[in-house]
């Protein structure tokens, strides 16, 4: 892997401290203006390496390392830092909070008219949409990690009751935004003849078989999803549409919708999270805020979450729920996905939806759920594999791995990006509004990464990483390398010499997804090497061989030969014993010593040969 994530962490922390702290202050804002969204994402840019890659941890100040000081000098000294954070962290709660205290989970400046010249009313800014949820659920649970370490090593009484009260003001935060996705949960039912229904059908018959066998075969790959759909889920929205579920010849589909969908019920709980407002969201899932509220939940469950123990329990009682929801999305995805017996219906790029928008960036949204949903099934190489030449499609068609030399549909998925409908928005009063994704390349290449992580054949990691260092460098290229914003995302113009705009102010959505790709990074090289069961072998034969020849040295008397001769002769069997234990995890370097043991012992033996022969 080319990519260094440490020194490329350092330099975004650099950057986004030198951007964000001025004058004494937290300064929110960037390309997109200040929003819930944004302004989460650019506190995201330095919460999320510090709570999850623990070499840029900030919650104990006396451990943090020089370099981490000097790259957020911007915020002072290692005892400057987590307390600014802190205040800026509340500034962000407070900011997105009611005056009744009910938490703000509305779109604002990231919503777009679908009709030109009509402004969006005052109303549909403040409409809560799922992407702010699902970043509130990663915020907030950063957030309370952070200062459940921090306050072990806080002993004023004043910056300890400021510690409790952010704790207690990102608890109401998380569990008003887990409320939130689960009202926005939807299941779509339609009749297998109808337009959604032939689009469904045309996806996943890539034999193209007999349509009513095609519809019997699915409908039988998805009974245990809508068998649970129809029973367990009994809180939030989607409830009540799996009770379609029953009906004769049906289809569905399950996910989440843009904001609160239509007529959700409330969600009966002890916990404060103020008002619940009425929603007016489609009742059906869009690919995109699918794929952000499982990232969100899949963060609930995590071993750091549990571990710390981030939740409480009417907290871990919703998550409850929405881990169920995120379990059965996941698994209906993937068995759409890759429904069929010879070519995969994800293999049949673009992706279609039911209701015939085509994009690439659907089809990477769909093999992010189908990732998903084999780090819990144990899937075979030939699986990942296939999975990984749709990642590698996707890199060459959205001409992140071939050159582009004109406008066109593969440029305009990076700028200005995949534009689409938010329906029902209108019923709030104004146009309809739409949303903008343009994460394209940052979202291929933390799901290259992640892929490569779960692979056990060494040329297909090999394989996949190569992937991803091109993918890199597509990224590096759109780094922004003047201004004030220097050393941040995104300038697409740096890759796209065509594109006529070119952007110097940074767009904190982009630059956080950068963030979580190099903290992706950064795992996956923490994690063990890939396992070789063939070098394993010839690191256990070579072994032997060398354990063999040091126990002869050892019984012609080597050692007795002067003190020189049996100094090396316990450092090789030294050397031996640390080449003994990594046999397993680190065959590669336990072949390695093993190779330097038996050259030295050679040398012996041909040393102590000349000198009979003389």
């Not at 709570?51 to 451990?63: A, C, G, I, Q, Y």
């Not at 549909?124 to 509130?136: A, C, G, N, P």
Request: glycine share 6%; charged share 25%; with cysteine.
């Amino acid at each position: 892997m080319q990519i260094e994530p440490r020194q490329q962490l350092l330099d975004l922390w650099l950057a986004t401290t030198r951007v964000s702290y001025r004058d004494g202050a937290w300064n929110p804002g960037g390309r997109g203006g200040s929003n819930s969204i944004s302004d989460a994402e650019q506190l995201l840019c330095i919460m999320s390496p510090a709570t999850e890659v623990p070499m840029f941890r900030l919650d104990r100040p006396d451990n943090v390392s020089e370099d981490v000081i000097a790259a957020l000098g911007a915020l002072g000294d290692s005892l400057q830092i987590p307390h600014r954070l802190l205040r800026a962290l509340t500034e962000y709660i407070d900011r997105y909070t009611d005056p009744d205290g009910t938490p703000v989970f509305s779109g604002g400046t990231y919503f777009d008219s679908d009709v030109e010249a009509q402004e969006i009313s005052p109303a549909q800014r403040e409409l809560d949409v799922v992407d702010s949820f699902s970043i509130s659920v990663t915020l907030m649970l950063a957030t309370i990690g952070f200062t459940k370490v921090f306050r072990s090593v806080v002993t004023r009484p004043t910056l300890r009751e400021h510690v409790d009260n952010l704790e207690r003001l990102a608890g109401r935060r998380l569990s008003a935004a887990m409320a939130g996705l689960l009202r926005s949960f939807t299941v779509n039912a339609f009749p297998a003849d109808s337009a959604s229904g032939r689009e469904l059908i045309r996806a996943v018959n890539q034999d193209r078989g007999p349509t009513q066998a095609v519809v019997e075969e699915l409908q039988e790959a998805l009974r245990e999803i809508r068998v649970r759909l129809s029973g367990d889920v009994i809180i939030g929205s989607g409830a009540a549409e799996g009770s379609e579920l029953d009906i004769a010849n049906r289809l569905f589909e399950c996910g989440w919708s843009w904001g609160v969908v239509r007529d959700a019920p409330k969600i009966e709980t002890i916990a404060d999270i103020g008002r619940q407002r009425d929603g007016v969201a489609q009742d059906a899932p869009y690919l995109y805020f699918t794929t952000v509220a499982l990232d969100a939940i899949q963060a609930l469950s995590s071993e750091r979450t549990r571990l710390l123990g981030l939740l409480d329990p009417e907290q871990s009682r919703l998550a409850q729920s929405l881990q169920l929801r995120f379990e059965l999305t996941r698994s209906y995805w993937a068995t759409i996905a890759t429904f069929g017996s010879s070519r995969w219906a994800m293999e049949d790029i673009p992706w279609c939806t039911t209701d015939g928008r085509m994009s690439d960036y659907f089809t990477l949204s769909v093999a992010g759920m189908v990732m998903q949903n084999m780090q819990c099934v144990r899937p075979s190489n030939a699986e990942i594999l296939r999975v990984g030449n749709v990642l590698e499609e996707l890199a060459a068609r959205s001409r992140i791995t071939r050159r582009s030399s004109e406008p066109g549909a593969a440029v305009a998925a990076h700028y200005p990006g995949l534009h689409f409908p938010l329906e029902g928005s209108e019923d709030a009063g104004g146009p309809r509004l739409t949303w903008t994704v343009a994460d394209l390349s940052p979202v291929l290449f933390r799901r290259t990464l992640d892929l490569a992580g779960m692979t056990t054949d060494n040329a297909t990691r090999s394989r996949l990483l190569h992937l991803s260092d091109a993918v890199w460098n597509h990224l590096h290229d759109r780094m922004i390398r003047d201004g004030d914003d220097r050393g941040l995302w995104d300038r697409p113009a740096g890759v796209f010499s065509h594109l006529t705009r070119d952007h110097t102010n940074v767009s904190w959505s982009y630059t956080r997804r950068v963030v979580d790709c190099l903290v992706t990074a950064a795992r996956v090289i923490n994690e063990a090497p890939v396992h070789s069961d063939l070098l394993a072998q010839v690191a256990a034969d070579l072994l032997n061989e060398a354990d063999h020849l040091y126990d002869r040295e050892l019984l012609q008397g080597t050692t007795t030969r002067g003190e020189t001769l049996r100094i090396e002769l316990e450092r090789l069997g030294t050397v031996l014993r640390r080449a003994r234990s990594l046999c397993r995890e680190r065959p590669g370097a336990a072949v390695a010593m093993t190779e330097e043991v038996l050259r030295a012992l050679d040398r012996l033996s041909a040393a102590r040969d000349a000198d009979i022969g003389s």
